[in-house]
Nanobody, 112 residues
Framework: QVQLVESGGGYVQTGGSLGLACFAS????????IGWFRRPPGKKREFVSA????????VYADSVKGRFIISRNNANSTAYLQMNDLRSEDTAVYYC?????WGRGTLVTVSS
């Protein structure tokens, strides 16, 4: 079983940037693709981005393409989501996912 802990959320103004991190323990990070998801207020959880085990392949939701960058460092068991040009609609709790494991999430609030 993998344990995941997200960090880096916070409050930012429109157009600002935040970087999220997801630390994994219990299993080797390199065994899994990693996904980032988010749950906006009052809405269902939605896909944001994913990265392959090697980090060579990345996928983004259309809503974040060109603004967010996913990456990973298997050596330090951490995945990252760099979020730039943030918009109010990016406000959500952000979760990382490995296999069947989910973190508790970190809140990102974007204010205009």
């Amino acid at each position: 079983q993998v344990q995941l802990v997200e960090s880096g959320g916070g409050y930012v103004q429109t157009g600002g940037s935040l970087g999220l991190a997801c630390f994994a323990s219990g299993r080797a990070l390199s065994e899994y693709p990693i996904g980032w998801f988010r749950r906006p207020p009052g809405k269902k959880r939605e896909f944001v981005s994913a990265i392959s085990k090697s980090g060579m392949t990345t996928v983004y939701a259309d809503s974040v393409k060109g603004r967010f960058i996913i990456s990973r460092n298997n050596a330090n068991s951490t995945a990252y989501l760099q979020m730039n040009d943030l918009r109010s609609e990016d406000t959500a709790v952000y979760y990382c996912n490995l296999g069947s494991s989910w973190g508790r999430g970190t809140l990102v609030t974007v204010s205009s």
